[in-house]
């Protein structure tokens, strides 16, 4: 049985359209009065809806002010990204190292997705594809914590309307970034695995933050993630340590 659209629903779907294109910019202030009668419903179904875009980041509401568009600042994507370079670039190391010919073909089953998406270009086939390829290469430490982290960190973006998608780059773009990732995996080399995915994750962020820049919220310069860069994976001094 289909599951009933509502008009908060419908409320809900065409506001996050409006901030993720653009149409309302972040900072704007909107009242649920004009909302309402812009899109030709109620007060009822627009507080809702206000309220659901508030829970993920979109919105604030402002007392006898109205609704100001939050959208996403250089702060909240340098934030998610130093958090995703701290657990994505181990894990990735680590399924290097550990990965099944079964992972690997999943992988690999990924990789194949996201181009048959790039080659239709159909965005919501490609990206699933890149989730499911996170997803997998999190799951060979076979940590679910992980998983839902990495997941919540990626949505804590993406919901909010940030994507380089046809902003910075395109998906065949995004894809040769992916290939030598599964390459180092499948290769079961560790460091060059960690590499690729801490140049995907540096390059994906600086390109969030270049689009999400203001005068008053000027993106990082090009050595943005270098404080972590020297300790993100560690193969030879972990090494040692076990030695002594």
């Given at each position: 049985?289909?599951?009933?659209?509502?008009?908060?629903?419908?409320?809900?779907?065409?506001?996050?359209?409006?901030?993720?294109?653009?149409?309302?910019?972040?900072?704007?202030?909107?009242?649920?009065?004009?909302?309402?009668?812009?899109?030709?419903?109620?007060?009822?179904?627009?507080?809702?809806?206000?309220?659901?875009?508030?829970?993920?980041?979109?919105?604030?509401?402002?007392?006898?002010?109205?609704?100001?568009?939050?959208?996403?600042?250089?702060?909240?994507?340098?934030?998610?990204?130093?958090?995703?370079?701290?657990?994505?670039?181990?894990?990735?190391?680590?399924?290097?190292?550990?990965?099944?010919?079964?992972?690997?073909?999943?992988?690999?089953?990924?990789?194949?997705?996201?181009?048959?998406?790039?080659?239709?270009?159909?965005?919501?086939?490609?990206?699933?594809?890149?989730?499911?390829?996170?997803?997998?290469?999190?799951?060979?430490?076979?940590?679910?914590?992980?998983?839902?982290?990495?997941?919540?960190?990626?949505?804590?973006?993406?919901?909010?309307?940030?994507?380089?998608?046809?902003?910075?780059?395109?998906?065949?773009?995004?894809?040769?970034?992916?290939?030598?990732?599964?390459?180092?995996?499948?290769?079961?080399?560790?460091?060059?695995?960690?590499?690729?995915?801490?140049?995907?994750?540096?390059?994906?962020?600086?390109?969030?933050?270049?689009?999400?820049?203001?005068?008053?919220?000027p993106a990082p310069g090009a050595g943005w993630a270098n404080r972590l860069q020297e300790h993100l994976y560690l193969p030879e001094e972990t090494a040692r340590t076990r030695q002594q």
């Amino acid at each position: 049985m289909a599951q009933r659209t509502t008009t908060t629903d419908r409320v809900f779907a065409a506001l996050r359209e409006s901030i993720v294109t653009g149409e309302f910019p972040a900072g704007s202030l909107h009242s649920i009065y004009r909302l309402a009668e812009l899109l030709d419903v109620s007060r009822t179904p627009v507080r809702e809806a206000v309220l659901r875009l508030a829970d993920i980041g979109l919105v604030s509401v402002e007392r006898n002010r109205g609704v100001r568009i939050r959208g996403v600042t250089v702060g909240d994507v340098r934030s998610v990204f130093e958090l995703r370079l701290m657990i994505e670039v181990p894990a990735t190391a680590y399924a290097a190292g550990h990965a099944t010919a079964q992972d690997v073909e999943a992988l690999e089953e990924a990789l194949v997705g996201m181009r048959a998406g790039a080659d239709a270009l159909d965005e919501v086939r490609f990206t699933g594809h890149d989730r499911t390829l996170h997803h997998r290469i999190a799951a060979v430490l076979g940590n679910p914590r992980l998983q839902q982290e990495v997941a919540a960190l990626r949505d804590s973006i993406q919901t909010r309307g940030a994507s380089t998608l046809h902003r910075s780059r395109g998906m065949t773009e995004i894809l040769e970034e992916h290939v030598p990732i599964v390459e180092a995996i499948a290769s079961k080399n560790p460091a060059a695995a960690a590499a690729r995915m801490e140049e995907h994750l540096v390059n994906t962020a600086t390109l969030l933050m270049a689009q999400a820049a203001t005068p008053d919220d000027p993106a990082p310069g090009a050595g943005w993630a270098n404080r972590l860069q020297e300790h993100l994976y560690l193969p030879e001094e972990t090494a040692r340590t076990r030695q002594q």
